[in-house]
């Protein structure tokens, strides 16, 4: 897995892409805390270009949620479709973390 963050608008975009498992833990923390730190009123995670998602990338999704409610900021998923959509739709991810279409 791979990332990017963007700032804008008060809102910050972390794009992963590859395979989002537990060998990326680490870099998902980093990625997370550098957009956290960052300090907008949203965070995005941007999950679109992800090829796999496993329990471990599930369980840090819930965490970066529950980190986004102290203080209070808005925490959201960008995924359209595929295996990786299909995942999270499934364990009712998508109804705890809100989803949103990037332009």
Same mark, same amino acid.
């Given at each position: ?7 804008? @608008? @008060? ?18 923390? $980093? #990625? ?6 960052? @300090?907008? /009123? ?6 679109? /270009? ?6 471990? #990338? ?8 529950? /980190? ?18 299909? $995942?999270?739709?499934?364990? /009712? ?7 949103? $279409?990037?332009?």
């Amino acid at each position: 897995m791979e990332y990017t963050l963007t700032t804008e @608008n @008060n809102r910050t975009i972390i794009s992963l892409w590859g395979r989002f498992d537990s060998r990326r833990r680490e870099e998902f923390l $980093t #990625a997370f805390q550098l957009a956290y730190e960052a @300090n907008t /009123k949203e965070i995005v995670i941007d999950l679109q /270009k992800v090829s796999f998602i496993d329990s471990t #990338a599930v369980g840090l999704l819930i965490v970066a949620h529950q /980190k986004c409610h102290h203080p209070l900021r808005d925490l959201r998923l960008c995924v359209v479709e595929g295996s990786v959509k299909r $995942t999270l739709d499934f364990l /009712k991810i998508t109804d705890i973390i809100p989803s949103i $279409t990037l332009q």
